[in-house]
Nanobody
Framework: QVQLVESGGGLVQPGGSLRLSCAASKFAFSTYALSWYRQAPGKERELVAIITSGGGSTNYAESVKGRFTISRDVAKNTVYLQMNSLKPEDTAVYYC???????????WGQGTQVTVSS
């Protein structure tokens, strides 16, 4: 059973930073595109950042470009989201997602809450 476990969320002041981690178990990490999504109260879940299965390409939502960075450590089977210059509108539950590059397999983590408030 594939598992994705997020950590690193919390309460931070505007302008602060957080690093989210998503530890993956029981699958070949490098065969999946890895993403971070977020869902704020009353809003739809949205894609924040994605890194391709080969790790050579990343993409970001316009609202986080220049502030967030997605990366992965294949040896640790972990994907990260470094979030800098946080804003109150970044407040949401953040979810890790893994999508196989060929097979119709998609997995989600349980989510971690990020709250940006003074």
């Amino acid at each position: 059973q594939v598992q994705l476990v997020e950590s690193g969320g919390g309460l931070v002041q505007p302008g602060g930073s957080l690093r989210l981690s998503c530890a993956a178990s029981k699958f070949a990490f490098s065969t999946y595109a890895l993403s971070w999504y977020r869902q704020a109260p009353g809003k739809e879940r949205e894609l924040v950042a994605i890194i391709t299965s080969g790790g050579g390409s990343t993409n970001y939502a316009e609202s986080v470009k220049g502030r967030f960075t997605i990366s992965r450590d294949v040896a640790k089977n972990t994907v990260y989201l470094q979030m800098n210059s946080l804003k109150p509108e970044d407040t949401a539950v953040y979810y890790c997602n893994a999508k196989h590059r060929i097979r119709p397999e998609i997995y989600w983590g349980q989510g971690t809450q990020v709250t940006v408030s003074s």
